[in-house]
């Protein structure tokens, strides 16, 4: 899964593909997926650091492949780690993270929150993998052979696994029976902590719902805001930052029309494959839009470096070549080509830039590929006039289409506002919502409060759940903030669980 990039010697993410995708059909499959796993990846830098060891132990507990019906009654091994260095003997928290599309050590390592407050608050902390990705096979190698054998994958499936997770932990590790346990995740990941807590308000007594989209679904939220928050965080980087992105589309088009066109700009992006045809046109601008989605998402104040090492402020960079957005269609393309490779040539290494690997994928690519044909279902739009990408509507058909083909099953695009709530939530109590003001995916979140336990942060200089990022010289104010009062939170639900008041 994971890390994104798609200079030749890097798989690029599975998430990543996903924006693009719904706005390029014709990209196949990858398109499909909404793109956030693959931020997960990215934004994974700043663990590296190795400011902590990130020591856990490692554990697998046998889950029932189908939590929701008894004639299945096959098993498989769910893979979790625990840390209990600070964890306070009997009774102290349990700081639960509720694993999203990807291997869950990457998740562990790199939300370095968790491993800042785990002293402060006596916690134990416990990393939980979601079925179907890293280790956490249903079927083995079978897994992803048919849509048989991926009928389990769900996030209800999901949340079920964490439960009895959950009552095999507190029953089996003695001291643990009263510990009040908080649920944390970021993206798909804080989605699934927000449901956690409400679907299971026995087994969690609240949850930190980090850069969580729960609203990006059927209509809830308009389909083009989130790209207008991309179009804002490159209009607010640097004068003609955003014009020239909107205006290398139609400068791409006529240079496409003819074959020394095609050729020139194979050569001037150092493509590995050189464009052809119509449809690798659709492909090169797909992979583009999605390079600049990118980019807002992992728009963090220090340099972040994982696989894919960035600058800081990596849009600030990008748009240092993007300052004449009026120039002849050849500068601006020229220009356009030196931005994207802020992003996949950084240190200057990259042989060349391969349009095509979104569409490798790694396990966890093809999982949430999956997800968002079934149920993840995230309409998305653009005008090319608002946001600085190129005019796409949102078809569920095609959509629906596409995943037909994929994956041989149809997307139910009602499921997750009918199972989970849509905006109709306030019955539920003790989420904190954080959201980034650079994110992309703060389009679909929540971002004011909805009662005095259901309560919004909104971090204005945060990218993608840069308040799960570990403690950094260069982290805004706001972002300090954002954490304190996450504490804060956590405190007062340990509080109200041991007065029974939850
Ligand atoms: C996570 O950290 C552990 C311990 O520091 C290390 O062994 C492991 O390789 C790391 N995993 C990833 C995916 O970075
Ligand atoms: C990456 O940067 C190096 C150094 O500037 C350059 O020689 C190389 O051609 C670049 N690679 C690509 C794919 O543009
Ligand atoms: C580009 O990526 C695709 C998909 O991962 C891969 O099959 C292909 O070999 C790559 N091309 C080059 C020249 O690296
Ligand atoms: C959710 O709430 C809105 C506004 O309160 C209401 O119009 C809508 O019908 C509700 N939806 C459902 C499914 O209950």
């Not at 997960?40 to 830098?45: D, H, M, N, T, V």
């Not at 207008?228 to 205006?247: A, W, Y």
């Not at 090169?284 to 807002?296: I, P, R």
């Not at 653009?382 to 596409?402: K, L, R």
């Given at each position: 899964?994971?890390?994104?990039?798609?200079?030749?010697?890097?798989?690029?993410?599975m998430?990543?593909s996903?924006?693009?995708?719904?706005?390029?059909?014709?990209?196949?499959?990858?398109?499909?997926?909404p793109?956030?796993?693959?931020l997960?990846?990215?934004?994974?830098?700043s663990a590296?650091?190795?400011?902590?060891?990130?020591?856990?132990?490692?554990?697998?507990?046998?889950?029932q492949?189908?939590?929701?019906?008894f004639?299945?009654?096959?098993?498989?091994?769910q893979?979790?780690?625990?840390?209990?260095?600070?964890?306070?003997?009997?009774?102290?928290?349990?700081?639960?993270?509720?694993?999203n599309?990807?291997?869950?050590?990457?998740?562990?390592?790199?939300?370095?929150?968790?491993?800042?407050?785990a002293?402060e608050?006596?916690?134990?902390?416990?990393?939980?993998?979601?079925r179907y990705?890293?280790?956490?096979?249903?079927?083995?190698?079978?897994?992803?052979?048919?849509?048989k054998?991926?009928?389990?994958?769900?996030?209800?499936?999901?949340?079920?696994?964490?439960?009895?997770?959950?009552?095999?932990?507190?029953?089996?590790?003695s001291?643990?029976?009263?510990?009040?346990?908080?649920?944390l995740?970021?993206?798909?990941?804080?989605?699934?902590?927000?449901?956690?807590?409400?679907?299971?308000?026995?087994?969690?007594?609240?949850?930190?719902?980090?850069?969580?989209?729960?609203w990006?679904?059927?209509d809830?939220?308009?389909?083009?805001?989130?790209y207008?928050?991309?179009?804002?965080?490159?209009?607010?980087?640097?004068?003609?930052?955003?014009?020239?992105?909107?205006?290398?589309?139609a400068?791409?088009n006529?240079?496409?029309?003819?074959?020394?066109?095609?050729?020139?700009?194979?050569?001037?992006?150092?493509?590995?494959?050189?464009?052809?045809?119509?449809?690798?046109?659709?492909s090169?601008?797909?992979?583009?839009?999605?390079?600049?989605?990118?980019?807002?998402m992992?728009?963090?104040?220090?340099?972040?470096?994982?696989?894919e090492?960035?600058?800081?402020?990596?849009?600030?960079?990008?748009?240092?070549?993007?300052?004449?957005?009026?120039?002849?269609?050849?500068?601006?393309?020229?220009?356009?080509?030196?931005?994207?490779n802020?992003?996949?040539?950084?240190?200057?290494?990259?042989?060349?830039?391969n349009?095509?690997q979104?569409?490798?994928?790694?396990?966890?690519?093809?999982?949430?590929?999956y997800?968002?044909?079934?149920?993840?279902?995230?309409?998305?739009c653009?005008?090319?006039?608002?946001?600085?990408?190129?005019?796409?509507?949102?078809?569920?058909?095609?959509?629906?289409?596409?995943?037909?083909k994929?994956w041989g099953?149809?997307?139910?695009?009602?499921?997750?506002?009918?199972?989970?709530?849509?905006?109709?939530?306030?019955?539920?109590?003790?989420?904190?919502?954080?959201?980034?003001?650079?994110?992309?995916?703060?389009?679909?979140g929540?971002?004011?409060?909805l009662?005095?336990?259901?309560?919004?942060?909104?971090?204005?200089?945060?990218?993608?759940?840069?308040?799960?990022?570990?403690?950094?010289?260069?982290?805004?104010?706001?972002?300090?903030?954002?954490?304190?009062l996450?504490v804060?939170?956590?405190?007062?639900?340990?509080?109200q669980a041991?007065?029974?008041?939850?």
């Open positions: 899964m994971e890390f994104p990039c798609s200079n030749t010697h890097r798989a690029i993410t998430g990543i996903s924006l693009p995708g719904c706005l390029f059909l014709s990209w196949s499959l990858l398109l499909i997926s793109a956030w796993s693959f997960i990846s990215r934004q994974f830098s590296q650091s190795g400011i902590h060891a990130f020591q856990y132990e490692t554990f697998y507990y046998t889950q492949v189908d939590h929701f019906g004639f299945e009654d096959l098993t498989f091994k893979r979790y780690l625990v840390s209990d260095t600070h964890w306070k003997n009997p009774g102290g928290p349990i700081l639960f993270y509720t694993g599309e990807g291997d869950i050590t990457l998740f562990c390592n790199n939300t370095g929150f968790m491993w800042d407050i002293e608050l006596g916690a134990m902390l416990v990393f939980a993998e979601h990705y890293g280790e956490s096979m249903p079927f083995g190698d079978l897994s992803f052979s048919d849509p054998h991926l009928n389990y994958l769900t996030s209800e499936q999901a949340l079920a696994d964490f439960a009895v997770l959950l009552r095999y932990i507190k029953t089996t590790i001291g643990a029976q009263d510990s009040p346990v908080i649920a995740g970021g993206s798909y990941g804080g989605m699934l902590a927000a449901w956690f807590r409400m679907k299971y308000p026995d087994v969690v007594v609240g949850a930190i719902a980090s850069s969580a989209p729960i990006q679904f059927e809830l939220v308009p389909c083009n805001t989130y207008q928050i991309v179009t804002n965080d490159f209009k607010n980087s640097g004068p003609g930052c955003s014009e020239s992105v909107r205006n290398s589309w400068a791409i006529r240079m496409a029309e003819t074959s020394d066109g095609l050729q020139w700009l194979s050569g001037v992006f150092h493509l590995c494959s050189p464009l052809k045809t119509k449809e690798d046109v659709i090169f601008k797909g992979w583009l839009s999605e390079t600049w989605v990118s980019l807002a992992v728009d963090y104040p220090y340099a972040a470096n994982f696989l090492p960035l600058p800081a402020w990596p849009i600030q960079v990008v748009c240092k070549f993007l300052k004449n957005p009026n120039g002849g269609d050849k500068e601006l393309l020229q220009n356009i080509y030196q931005a994207v802020v992003y996949y040539n950084y240190t200057s290494d990259a042989e060349c830039l349009t095509s979104t569409a490798s994928g790694s396990l966890g690519d093809q999982g949430w590929n997800q968002a044909c079934t149920e993840m279902v995230m309409p998305f653009s005008d090319g006039v608002t946001d600085m990408f190129e005019a796409q509507t949102w078809d569920f058909q095609a959509y629906s289409d596409e995943c037909y994929q099953v149809r997307p139910r695009s009602s499921w997750i506002t009918t199972v989970y709530g849509g905006k109709n939530i306030t019955s539920h109590s003790n989420i904190l919502f954080s959201n980034g003001g650079l994110d992309p995916w703060s389009a679909g929540v971002k004011e409060s009662s005095e336990s259901l309560v919004a942060i909104v971090i204005p200089e945060g990218a993608h759940h840069l308040d799960l990022r570990s403690n950094n010289a260069n982290d805004p104010k706001s972002v300090l903030g954002a954490r304190a996450e804060e939170y956590m405190k007062k639900w340990i509080k041991r007065r029974g008041k939850i």
